[in-house]
């Protein structure tokens, strides 16, 4: 038996994965422990996780592999200050003292932290104290510790966990050590680099740029930036593609440098990039306006073409019909549903924590099958490139569970009744447990009556999205529940989508889009039949488009007729497909609302304690852990108040 820990840690979303003998075991972000949203501290307690779900101790462990190598990273840094100087002098004098204390010691301060858990184990399996343990054996042996390029492991976490045996795999983000985008040929068990983009020239940080300029948090509000497009017109399509970027037929692109400043600054854009849109980025506390609109969708269009040019030319140069995606910009599902709809591959498949999180898995998964050069041989039947049905783009059987090995994503912790009942009782917490048998029909009847529901089961996802387990649910067909669920609930912007989860075997019905969708990485258009015939929308613009009902299930329909589609399967997650089969059973609509289980500012919950204060901040109505039910009209006004002192930040 060979463990291998994978990490990831030090930029943002700090990350662990195990893997035995090439089996994901298990992955989180340290984010859902520490419940510091996009943690990018060493992964302590998500390793400790790992390490439990595994059932083994660190000592037992075969190797660790870090995401990235900092020492390239720390080149890139030097030229790029050398290459601007004396701009951006400050920013060196900032930097350079974390550079030289912490991360061109990494592989120390790795082993130092890999000792500290070591110690902490030892003191529990021991009954004794972390400095008794330290005392004992102040530098106990840590595994063999290995290393692997930040683009390489996103490959990796693209590639390995696909159902195919033969890819090509494209890594966009922001950036890495010094590759901003690449292309990779996957086949068995090795991986091929086949170019790549370099740094300051990235589509991830042109897109984040918009993100900044439009008044929103670089690496965590360009879901906003996404969501706020089909709002604006595309009316700066021309001026970006003029001033900011060169784009060639293969998809190569380069950025004038002259209108950033994150190369050497503290912020994305610089004067000149304020000159061209007619003024300084919204501050973040102010209105929305129709610029900031129509700059969203200009620069959603342009990354879209980008995307779609660079994935035809990785189809011609390797004529390969399988394609994978990893990376910060495989996140942006509407160029993923281009690329699906538009572009020249028969089967797709995307890294559900295609950000940097998943470069922890990628990572393991790369030790396992290239360092220690294992055969990628699976229980799975893999899709051959050369088999690849003709007539269809899916990747599977769409009523079947994906022939992948993410394990539908649920890779986090999961938490027994007696779990739950244990901190609902030490706090006071009033709760009923409902019959197991009875209770998906229950709950669906809470839905059909427009209540919201929190909805707490099985293992945590892992990566951004819920998928059913960590999830908030209500009733598609509601008026106004996209509205309560932004501003009551999640206390968001009121224009931000929500996504359906829909039964797999029912996709085409309501959406025209026929295979898997399980990590909700792909946008479609919604069916005609379910549209309505909405207002003139010359006679609507920006905001005033929500007041249009545009479907028969207004709450997951965006005001493009689109929606980000989860299809649940019966396979990977079989309570939250009863709990969508009761719901039609009740209204003939086999979708529901479905949105990640947590308010601004805070990451996706974790644990029955994270889930109850969530549920006792906000105006939802009832809470399902397993089969224990909590009932806000039931609660006592002390445990709201008290849940309620904490504010809501930012995100």
Not at 89 to 117: N, Q
Not at 239 to 249: A, G, M, P, R, S
Not at 345 to 371: N, R
Request: net charge negative.
């Amino acid at each position: 038996m060979r463990r291998i820990l994978g990490i990831s840690a030090y930029y943002h979303d700090s990350a662990a994965t195990l893997v035995v003998d090439g089996k994901i075991i298990a992955a989180a972000q340290e984010e859902r422990f520490s419940r510091q949203k996009h943690d990018p501290r060493f992964p302590e307690k998500s390793i400790q996780y790992c390490l439990s779900e595994g059932q083994c101790k660190l000592e037992d462990l075969d190797a660790v592999i870090f995401y990235d190598k900092p020492m390239l990273k720390f080149e890139r840094l030097l030229e790029t200050y050398l290459a601007v100087a004396p701009k951006g002098f400050l920013s060196f004098l900032k930097a350079m003292p974390i550079w030289l204390k912490e991360k061109l010691y990494l592989k120390a301060i790795l082993r130092i932290e890999l000792r500290k858990l070591i110690h902490w184990q030892r003191a529990i399996d021991n009954n004794s104290s972390v400095d008794e343990e330290i005392e004992l054996d102040k530098k106990p042996k840590t595994p063999k510790l290995l290393f692997s390029e930040h683009h390489q492991s996103h490959a990796a976490s693209a590639f390995f966990p696909s159902p195919y045996d033969k890819a090509v795999i494209l890594c966009l983000d922001g950036v890495g050590e010094w590759a901003t985008s690449s292309a990779w040929l996957g086949e068995q068990n090795s991986l091929k680099p086949l170019w790549e983009i370099h740094f300051p020239h990235s589509l991830g940080l042109l897109y984040s740029s918009f993100t900044y300029y439009c008044g929103f948090r670089v690496n965590s509000g360009e879901y906003k930036l996404m969501g706020l497009a089909p709002y604006g017109k595309p009316i700066y399509v021309d001026l970006i593609y003029e001033k900011l970027i060169t784009v060639k037929q293969d998809g190569s692109f380069s950025l004038n440098m002259g209108y950033f400043d994150y190369p050497s600054g503290n912020v994305m854009t610089s004067r000149k990039f304020d000159d061209l849109f007619g003024g300084s980025a919204r501050s973040a506390d102010s209105e929305v306006t129709q610029k900031e609109m129509d700059l969203a969708r200009s620069i959603q269009v342009v990354t879209e073409d980008v995307v779609l040019k660079i994935a035809q030319y990785a189809y011609k140069q390797t004529g390969c019909k399988n394609l994978c995606l990893a990376g910060g910009v495989a996140l942006n599902c509407v160029a993923n549903g281009r690329i699906y709809r538009e572009g020249p591959f028969q089967s797709i498949w995307i890294q559900p924590a295609a950000g940097d999180a998943g470069g922890s898995l990628g990572a393991a998964l790369l030790a396992w099958y290239e360092y220690y050069d294992q055969p990628r041989s699976s229980s799975l039947e893999t899709i051959k490139d050369s088999e690849t049905n003709i007539d269809s783009k899916a990747n599977n059987n769409i009523k079947n569970a994906p022939a992948d090995h993410m394990q539908g994503g649920y890779l986090g912790p999961s938490f027994s009744n007696e779990n739950i009942e244990d901190y609902l009782e030490e706090h006071d917490i009033e709760y009923q447990q409902w019959q197991q048998d009875k209770l998906y029909d229950d709950v669906a009847e809470l839905i059909e009556q427009s209540k919201v529901v929190g909805w707490f089961q099985g293992r945590m996802e892992f990566g951004p999205r819920a998928l059913g387990n960590r999830t908030i649910v209500g009733d598609p067909r509601s008026t106004e529940m996209q509205t309560t669920m932004n501003l009551k609930i999640k206390n968001r912007e009121s224009f931000r989508p929500f996504a359906p989860a829909v039964l797999a075997e029912d996709v085409e019905v309501y959406f025209k889009h026929d295979s898997a969708s399980p990590y909700m990485l792909l946008v479609a258009e919604i069916q005609d039949k379910i549209k309505l015939a909405a207002d003139d929308d010359l006679s609507h613009a920006g905001f005033d488009k929500l007041k249009q009902r545009r479907s028969k299930l207004p709450a997951i329909t965006h005001v493009d007729y689109s929606a980000r589609v989860q299809t649940v399967h019966k396979e990977t997650n079989p309570e939250f497909h009863q709990l969508i089969s009761a719901f039609k059973r009740r209204t003939d609509i086999g979708v529901l609302i479905n949105t990640s289980f947590n308010v601004r500012g805070e990451p996706p919950v974790c644990t029955p304690k994270d889930a109850v204060q969530c549920f006792l901040r906000t105006d939802m109505d009832y809470l399902v852990m397993n089969n224990i039910v909590l009932d806000k009209s039931k609660m006592k006004a002390i445990h709201i108040t008290q849940a309620k002192e904490k504010e809501f930040e930012l995100d």
